[in-house]
């Protein structure tokens, strides 16, 4: 499923730096169980946790891997509990966080999430937000059940960062059994103007897993000064 660009909109995702499932290893763990694909059902769209009002938006700049990132973790604050007020106050410093990578290219995905994790993503005004639990997906398997867990992904694709929230069956799909089969819901950055409020649908499979990567989130601290 080709992306098509808007005018005066950009990508900007880097190759990954490390190998797939290295730097932040996917182990067998409680937070992520196998489940088959016979038994993924479709989710309901979570399109409605989106209540802070800032839009993110990558605005001409080649920094799709760090406001998809931001959308990642305010999503994931979201379903942790964050009141809309409080994500208000949570303005996330997308920009700064870019230029600590480079002032012109691209971010890759793995090199982005580590910096989270180790760092923090800064806040304007002061504070950061650190991943805490995040693990590097090994397959598209592993990134569907991680959904159906309820957990966020951010994944590349075409020299594009994204952050997929859930999936669903296909209208058009046969036999649910087949990675074919499945679409995401995701949530892009090229601002609210963009496909249905900044949302959007997207094949499993068109996941770049060896190229660009897949970022599963499970928990996050926020620190404020």
């Known amino acids: 499923m080709k992306l098509e660009i808007p005018e005066h909109r950009a990508k ?7 190998r797939v499932g290295e730097l932040f290893p996917c182990a067998a763990i409680e937070r992520i169980p196998a ?19 800032r839009d993110y938006d990558q605005n001409g700049y080649s920094a ?3 406001f998809g990132l931001a959308h990642a973790i305010l999503f994931l604050l979201a379903k942790m509990g964050f009141t809309p007020e ?34 923090g993503f800064p806040i304007v005004g002061g504070g950061v937000v650190k991943i805490t639990e995040a693990y590097d997906a090994t397959s598209l398997e ?15 694709a075409d020299v594009h960062c994204q952050c997929a929230l859930t999936i669903e069956l296909s209208p058009k799909a046969s036999d649910k059994t087949k990675l074919s089969a499945w679409l995401m819901d995701v ?6 103007s963009f496909g249905e409020n900044g949302f959007h649908k997207m094949d499993l499979t068109d996941i770049e897993l060896d190229r660009y990567g897949c970022g599963i989130f499970c928990d996050a601290v926020v620190e404020m000064p």
């Open 35 to 53: 489940v088959s694909l016979a038994e993924w059902a479709s989710q309901a769209n979570i399109r409605w946790l989106e209540k802070w009002q």
């Open 86 to 119: 409080e994500l208000d106050k949570i303005n996330l410093d997308c920009i700064g966080f870019y230029h600590r990578f480079t002032n012109r290219g691209g971010v890759a995905l793995d090199a982005a999430i580590a910096r989270a994790m180790t760092d």
């Open 12 to 18: 900007g995702l880097l190759p990954r730096e490390s």
């Open 142 to 156: 592993q990134i569907g059940t991680a959904l159906q867990a309820g957990h966020t992904a951010i994944f590349g």
């Open 64 to 66: 799709c891997t760090i």
């Open 187 to 192: 949530r892009n950055s090229w601002a609210r």
